[in-house]
């Protein structure tokens, strides 16, 4: 393989990955939304408590696949708290409430972990096995970027076992498309909002500590993913994980030439895609309703 | 005509105070009036989106900030630009840009009018980060000249003076302030709280919705752009994380909700009680952003309608015969 051509495939994988780590943070915010009709700023900034959680964990015990299985559950748990003791209370306030609601969260979590932590950024060592690099047809790549794309395809695939083979996913995707429907039918939906919030944190968890190698652990390591998960939702369609699933990765992939070929303006491009597809389908390539 | 009366006597009475204002608390608390001022409008521009025409705007800071470049460039680059053309500068360019987007903007409402304000105002954040040739990047724009205030033949009036500055930004605040308020009580106002309502009944009407919501977007862009205007001659200083980052976009928001969104007065109430939560915060921790985070959610929790709202529960609760009468 020529150098140009590596290049290009080693910038389509960069893509490919940040793709997937996105769709991770959007999936369960486009579900949550689609479910509860909140859009959850805070929702990033559960992907910053787990990276912080993960730090913790390593500092702690050295072991990271332990990080990356408690401390994903760890920032669910406080999910479902802010869900059960915060986002409920206001439920009947109406969507504005909410959606305010979110932002104080946002403000107050940033703000403890600033206390908590301290503002500079942590280093996060790769695992042992994943740090080297893989060398394929005359290209070498960081093992750890295709451990991410793998990973999130694990989680992807038990993602949608649960949703399209369980009672429960029958129930979610119910409630997506009309909860007060499913709440007459005698289920008792507060429950499901409440696990469903949890496991969305818990997805955004996931990716949090993913990702925290990659990143380095400080306040702002949420900023970008949370604003490109944003964007995911909002142009592959509220409450659609098909929309969300092929956005995140169309842009993973726009990020990653973006800033191969134009990087002054490749933060630019993912808002100006965005006010283009909203200008034209205010619903998003997959949404149903706004 | 009592009620005549007793209004003028509040006018008086108000403008006296604001008068004497600075001579009484010293510079420091004049300059923190000046940022209440300044906020108090630009908050409620928002409001004009938020409670009278029912749209959430995420980045409202594009029009302040815009604005605030406009004037601060302006002083920058001309030699010798004068004051009140330097504010028409803010608000034209808040108006132009409102009138550039308002295309996109009157199409959609509700959460998608939210992302795309979001993206809009990320989108020229990010710019303005980037362009540092033109606006400096994360520096920003300053030391720029404070022009004074010039009638020629009659007055001049040297605003690097901060007593003086705040003369003239109360004054310029309180009228900008009254129109705006005539501006609701127009019918065109009343077309506004319309659209809010009920937007399919207003097309029904025969008014036209687009253009409707176009010339509010318009307005509350234009008074947003002479409050960043206004925060540029403040400051000496206008820099991307001052007045376009997404602190900027938010703090409005939360001062028309902590204040009420069903009243013009609210975002002002709000913006007061903002600063001076802000100012006693300041003396005890760091963590401004903790303070404002937990008042908004505690405001979401218990008082859903803001402060004017809760006043007026109470006035409705302890004045109840008289009211009923």
Redesign the interface.
């Given at each position: 393989m020529s150098p140009t051509t590596a290049m290009y495939v080693a910038q389509a994988i960069h893509g490919l990955a940040y793709g997937m780590l996105l769709f991770l943070v959007a999936s369960g915010l486009t579900i949550i939304f689609g479910m509860m009709g909140i859009?959850n700023l805070a929702h990033a900034s559960f992907f910053m408590l787990s990276g912080y959680f993960c730090y913790t964990i390593i500092t702690l015990t050295g072991d990271f696949w332990l990080a990356l299985l408690i401390a994903p559950v760890g920032a669910g748990i406080c999910g479902l708290l802010v869900e059960r003791f915060?986002l409920r209370?206001?439920h009947v306030?109406g969507?504005?409430?909410e959606?305010?609601?979110t932002?104080?969260?946002?403000?107050?979590i940033?703000?403890?972990v600033?206390?908590g932590w301290g503002t500079e950024s942590m280093m996060i060592k790769m695992p042992n096995g994943l740090d080297g690099l893989i060398s394929v047809a005359n290209m070498t790549y960081p093992v750890y970027r295709l451990f991410v794309i793998g990973l999130s395809l694990v989680v992807l695939g038990i993602m949608a076992l649960i949703l399209y083979k369980t009672r429960l996913g029958m129930i979610v995707r119910a409630a997506v498309s009309d909860a007060d429907m499913v709440s007459a039918l005698g289920i008792n939906t507060p429950l499901v909002f409440m696990v469903v919030f949890g496991f969305g944190t818990w997805l955004a968890g996931v990716a949090g500590v993913v990702a925290a190698p990659l990143l380095t652990v400080f306040p702002g390591m949420a900023d970008q993913i949370g604003?490109d998960a944003?964007?995911v939702v909002?142009v592959g369609g509220?409450g659609s994980l098909i929309g969300a699933f092929v956005v995140a990765l169309f842009l993973g992939e726009l990020n990653a030439y973006g800033i191969q070929f134009i990087p002054?303006?490749a933060?630019?491009l993912m808002?100006?895609f965005?006010?283009i597809v909203?200008?034209f389908k205010?619903?998003g390539f997959f949404g149903e309703r706004? | 005509m009592r009620n005549n009366l007793s209004r003028w006597i509040y006018w008086v009475v108000g403008l006296v105070i604001l008068a004497i204002y600075p001579q009484v608390v010293g510079i420091y608390y004049t300059n923190v009036f000046v940022g209440f001022a300044i906020f108090a409008l630009y908050a409620v521009t928002l409001n004009l989106l938020l409670g009278y025409m029912g749209v959430?705007s995420f980045g409202h800071a594009m029009f302040f900030g815009v604005g605030a470049y406009s004037t601060a460039l302006a002083l920058t680059h001309i030699q010798g630009f004068p004051l009140l053309p330097a504010l028409l500068v803010g608000g034209l360019a808040g108006a132009m840009l409102a009138l550039i987007l308002s295309p996109?903007l009157v199409?959609?409402?509700?959460?998608?009018f939210?992302?795309?304000t979001?993206?809009?105002g990320?989108?020229i954040f990010?710019?303005a980060l980037?362009y540092r040739e033109v606006t400096g990047g994360e520096d920003g724009v300053g030391g720029y000249p404070t022009p004074s205030f010039n009638i020629p033949g009659v007055v001049s009036i040297d605003m690097t003076d901060q007593i003086n500055f705040y003369y003239f930004a109360v004054a310029v605040i309180i009228v900008c302030l009254w129109v705006l308020w005539f501006y609701t009580k127009t019918p065109f106002g009343s077309l506004v709280v319309g659209v809010r309502d009920n937007a399919m009944r207003i097309d029904y009407l025969g008014f036209k919705l687009s253009h409707t919501k176009a010339v509010n977007l318009i307005v509350s862009g234009c008074f947003a752009g002479i409050a960043g205007a206004i925060y540029a001659l403040f400051q000496n200083l206008v820099s991307t994380l001052g007045v376009l980052d997404i602190g900027t976009s938010?703090a409005p928001?939360?001062m028309a909700?902590i204040g009420g969104l069903g009243s013009f007065f609210g975002p002002i109430v709000g913006s007061g009680i903002l600063h001076l939560l802000e100012d006693v915060t300041f003396r005890i921790t760091e963590?401004i952003?903790?303070v404002?985070?937990?008042?908004?959610?505690l405001v979401?929790?218990y008082a859903?309608m803001g402060i004017v709202g809760l006043l007026r529960q109470a006035k409705a609760k302890w004045f109840h015969k008289e009211k009923v009468s």
């Open positions: 859009l915060l209370k206001v306030q969507h504005l409430a959606l305010l609601l932002v104080g969260l946002m403000l107050v940033l703000e403890v600033k206390a604003m944003f964007v909002v509220f002054r303006l933060p630019v808002f100006a965005m006010a909203l200008a205010p619903m706004e | 959430l996109l199409r959609v409402s509700g959460t998608a939210a992302m795309l979001l993206a809009f990320q989108l990010v710019l980037k938010f928001i939360l909700y963590q952003e903790l404002n985070g937990l008042v908004f959610i979401v929790l859903p």
